[in-house]
Structure formats: structure tokens, C-alpha cells
T-cell receptor, first 114, second 112 residues
């Protein structure tokens, strides 16, 4: 119930294409769904996040789509650039649980070819 | 504002030794959590501290421990090191139950 399943494990996209990463969860108590971006040698950095009362959130080229009934959410990267090449992690957290415990997906290694 | 600072960045230990890792959170952040990152298991939650109290603990053996000081700085300790403890150990801080965690660059531990 505490798992977040992420797919695909790796993704290769051409420059200018759309990158799509999918995640699914079971625990309906999760109330905050962030995406983190991690470059080699660096810690994960918060990219964009959504709460379950919103179906979509867009920040620049990055969009989260959220389907509460299906317990799924996805990250779309429009006009993908070589600089977007990184590992992306979806995550979920219960913010009202009195603890900052993130449950992470396994990660997706994105490669954007020039 | 300075980010989360972790020291040391790299260290090599041998089996049976112990190690202490340090984390300085962003100023004003009172929650500090620790994660272990490995290629096979991904990011796994170790424990979280808030105002010097451990609020949550992941499924790791008792060899893994931590503490938080009054200035919110935190340390984690791994005793009797095993080869499988080789990993990137990440510290993250947050303000208060916002769900927004800010990670340091990690301490890469290699156990020989």
C-alpha cells in the first residue's frame, strides 16, 4: 500500500519531442504528489507537484496530469531538450501524517538526443 | 539562502567499521529526513526528525541510527558496516509538513 509504481524505467526521446512518465499508487491517504529531477552527482530537486484535488498542473514545459479515480499521475515534458536528460522520480506523501516521509517511485532515466 | 549541506561527500570504509554522516538543513527548516539511494532499490526512507524527535523510521536494521540537535543539524550513524551499505545517503530538509523536501547532494559511502 505504500508503494508508488513508476514506468518506464528508461526513456529515449528526440529533441523537441514529448516525454511521458507514468506513476500509480495504492494508498488513498497520499495527499501530495511531487516529481523530483536528479542529475548525476546531485541530490534530487523538486520539479513540480500536485495535490489530488487538481487534475492538471502546468509549469513551463512540465505538466502533471492526475487521475484520482485511477490512482495514477503522469509527468509530461513538452519540447524535450538535451538539458532535460536526467533521472525523474515520482513520489507521494501524506502531509497530514505528522511526518515528512516521501515514498518514491523507482525512477525513470530520461535521455533526450540532440 | 544556503541549501542543504552534507558532509563528507565521499568516504570509503571497510566492513565492520562505523560511519557518521552529517547534515545541515536550510535555515529555518526543522524537519530533517534521511534516504538511502542505491541502483537496485532506488530511494528508500531511513528516518525523519523534527525538533530533535524521531517522528518516523523506515525498514532498516538497528545498525542505522540518527539524531537531531537543537540547531536542527542532524547526523546519521551506521555501525558494523556491510558491503550492502554502499550507497548514496541523502539528507532532506523541509519547513513544516509542506511535502516539499529540499535535498543535499548526498554522502557517497563505499564499503570494501
Amino acid at each position: 500500500q505504500q508503494q508508488v509504481k513508476q514506468s518506464p524505467q528508461s526513456l529515449i526521446v528526440q529533441k523537441g519531442g514529448i516525454s511521458i512518465i507514468n506513476c500509480a499508487y495504492e494508498n488513498t491517504a497520499f495527499d501530495y504528489f511531487p516529481w523530483y529531477q536528479q542529475f548525476p552527482g546531485k541530490g534530487p530537486a523538486l520539479l513540480i507537484a500536485i495535490r489530488p484535488d487538481v487534475s492538471e498542473k502546468k509549469e513551463g514545459r512540465f505538466t502533471i496530469s492526475f487521475n484520482k479515480s485511477a490512482k495514477q499521475f503522469s509527468l509530461h515534458i513538452m519540447d524535450s531538450q538535451p538539458g532535460d536528460s536526467a533521472t525523474y522520480f515520482c513520489a507521494a506523501i501524506i502531509t497530514q501524517g505528522g511526518s515528512e516521509k516521501l515514498v518514491f517511485g523507482k525512477g525513470t532515466k530520461l535521455t533526450v538526443n540532440p | 539562502k544556503a541549501g542543504v549541506t552534507q558532509t563528507p561527500r565521499y568516504l570509503i570504509k571497510t566492513r565492520g567499521q562505523q560511519v557518521t554522516l552529517s547534515c545541515s538543513p536550510i535555515s529555518g527548516h526543522r524537519s530533517v529526513s534521511w534516504y538511502q539511494q542505491t541502483p537496485g532499490q532506488g530511494l528508500q526512507f531511513l528516518f525523519e526528525y523534527f525538533s530533535e524527535t524521531q517522528r518516523n523510521k523506515g525498514n532498516f536494521p538497528g545498525r542505522f541510527s540518527g539524531r537531531q540537535f537543537s540547531n536542527s543539524r542532524s547526523e546519521m550513524n551506521v555501525s558494523t558496516l556491510e558491503l550492502g551499505d554502499s550507497a548514496l545517503y541523502l539528507c532532506a530538509s523541509s519547513f513544516m509538513n509542506t511535502g516539499e523536501l529540499f535535498f543535499g547532494e548526498g554522502s557517497r559511502l563505499t564499503v570494501l
